[in-house]
Structure formats: structure tokens, C-alpha cells
């Protein structure tokens, strides 16, 4: 499991970068940090116990990657392909995707909490068990993807598609909904209400 030690910078709540007692946002020479984690990150297709909070990637090509544990909470991605890969177990809260591609990728048990997505392609990929809570999509494709048990509560989709999805346990609670597509999928076995409201 990734490293839990909390930043020394005084007051700071952030997760401390893994080989270092501050966080991004604290380390001195913080440029050539994220360089190193970057290239890192390129270089390894096995992504694990890595905790890289307030990262910041651009125009990077992560296909075929296997990120497992690890946090990037808080982060910036911007047109990153992380078609076919897997990730599994890990941590992406408070961030922001940009023109980001997950095509054909496994995701489970994965937290996007409070997140931002804006022009990203899910498309043809197994979501399962994951954490979508109070995120918001705008333009973004889901199509013929398996979202089994993951939860949308309180998120906010404008112009989204779940085309031929299987949403068996998906949960919608309380999401705003806005030009969403849900054609040929069972949004019958989802959850869009609660039995004792």
C-alpha cells in the first residue's frame, strides 16, 4: 500500500509524494520532482504504491499501463491515453481529465470522487465497483462499457453517453442529468431512486 505519511509542511493535509516527506505542492525543486515521477511513470508499465498527489500530466501516452494502490488525487491530466490499461485499487479524487481516452481499460474498485471530466472517451471498458460521487462530465462517452455497481450519486452529466451499457447496480442518485443517453442499456436494473424516499 502506498505510503500514508502525512506532508511536514505545516498544516498541510496532502499525503506525502512516495520518497519524500512533502507533498508536491511542498517540495523544494518540486519541477524536477514531477519530471523524475513523470518519466517514472512513462517508463514502468507496473504503477504501484506510488503516491503522486498534485500531479500534473500533458499530452502523454499511459496505453497498457497496470496502475495498482496508488494515489494521484488532486491531479491535472490533460489528452492522456490510458487506453487498456488497468487500474485497479487506487486513488484519483479532486482531479481534472481533459480530452482523456480510457478506452478498453479496467477500472475497479477506483475513487474519481469530486472530480472533473470534461471530453473523456470510456468507451468500450469494465468499470466495476468504482466511485463516480459528485463528479462532473460534460461530453463524455461511456458506450458499451460494463459499469456494474458503480455509483454517479450527486454527479452532474451534461451531454454524456451510456450507449449499450450494462448498468446493473449503477447508481444515479440525486445526479443531475442533462442530454444523457442511455439507448439499448438496462437502466431498469439501475438506481436512480431510493425505496424508502
Do not use: P
Not at 519524500?20 to 515521477?37: M, P, R, T
Not at 487500474?87 to 481534472?96: D, M, N, V
Not at 460534460?138 to 454517479?152: E, G, Q, R, W
Request: some cysteine; proline content about 0%; hydrophobic content about 35%.
Amino acid at each position: 500500500m502506498f505510503n500514508f505519511d502525512i506532508c511536514k509542511h505545516e498544516g498541510c493535509k496532502s499525503y506525502s509524494a512516495t520518497g519524500y516527506d512533502y507533498c508536491l505542492l511542498h517540495i523544494n525543486e518540486s519541477a524536477d520532482v514531477i519530471e523524475n515521477y513523470r518519466k517514472t511513470v512513462m517508463k514502468q508499465n507496473l504503477i504501484r504504491n506510488y503516491n503522486i498527489e498534485h500531479l500534473s500530466l500533458a499530452n502523454e501516452d499511459l496505453q497498457n499501463k497496470y496502475i495498482i494502490v496508488s494515489n494521484f488525487s488532486n491531479s491535472a491530466f490533460v489528452d492522456i491515453d490510458f487506453s487498456e490499461s488497468k487500474i485497479l485499487f487506487s486513488l484519483f479524487q479532486f482531479s481534472t481529465f481533459k480530452n482523456c481516452k480510457f478506452n478498453r481499460t479496467i477500472i475497479k474498485y477506483t475513487n474519481f470522487a469530486g472530480s472533473t471530466f470534461e471530453g473523456c472517451d470510456f468507451s468500450e471498458s469494465d468499470i466495476v465497483n468504482s466511485n463516480f460521487i459528485g463528479v462532473e462530465a460534460a461530453d463524455c462517452n461511456f458506450n458499451d462499457s460494463n459499469l456494474y455497481y458503480t455509483n454517479f450519486t450527486n454527479a452532474a452529466l451534461s451531454n454524456v453517453t451510456f450507449v449499450d451499457c450494462n448498468l446493473k447496480k449503477t447508481d444515479f442518485y440525486r445526479s443531475k442529468r442533462d442530454v444523457v443517453n442511455f439507448k439499448y442499456s438496462n437502466y431498469e436494473e439501475a438506481e436512480f431512486e431510493r425505496s424508502w424516499e
